[in-house]
Nanobody, 115 residues
Framework: QVQLVESGGGLVQPGGSLRLSCAASGSAFSISTMGWYRQVPGKQRELVASITSRGSTNYADSVKGRFTIARDNAKNTVYLQMNSLKPEDTADYYC?????????WGQGTQVTVSS
């Protein structure tokens, strides 16, 4: 069983930055693929960024060049650095862990980009 706890969401002005953190429990973090997803009401949850156990990253086209995903295996934590935020980045952001063909989700953290 993996528990994920996100933090770092909030209200930010357009052009601003936020860093999301996701702390994971358990001993399988280092072999897990970690990801950040986001969802707005009425729409499907979408992948924002992911990072494999070997550090390979993947980004949605809409965030390339603005967001960076990173992991610290010593701290069982994955981060999402979000720069140059836009109003359309407003959503609930969820941390995901995929290991042994199982998916685990955090409770989500809200990000609002507004002036």
């Amino acid at each position: 069983q993996v528990q994920l706890v996100e933090s770092g969401g909030g209200l930010v002005q357009p052009g601003g930055s936020l860093r999301l953190s996701c702390a994971a429990s358990g001993s399988a973090f280092s072999i897990s693929t970690m990801g950040w997803y986001r969802q707005v009401p009425g729409k499907q949850r979408e992948l924002v960024a992911s990072i494999t156990s070997r550090g390979s990253t993947n980004y949605a086209d809409s965030v390339k060049g603005r967001f960076t995903i990173a992991r610290d295996n010593a701290k069982n934590t994955v981060y999402l650095q979000m720069n140059s935020l836009k109003p359309e980045d407003t959503a609930d952001y969820y941390c995901n862990s995929r290991v042994f063909l199982l998916d685990y989700w955090g409770q989500g953290t809200q990000v609002t980009v507004s002036s």
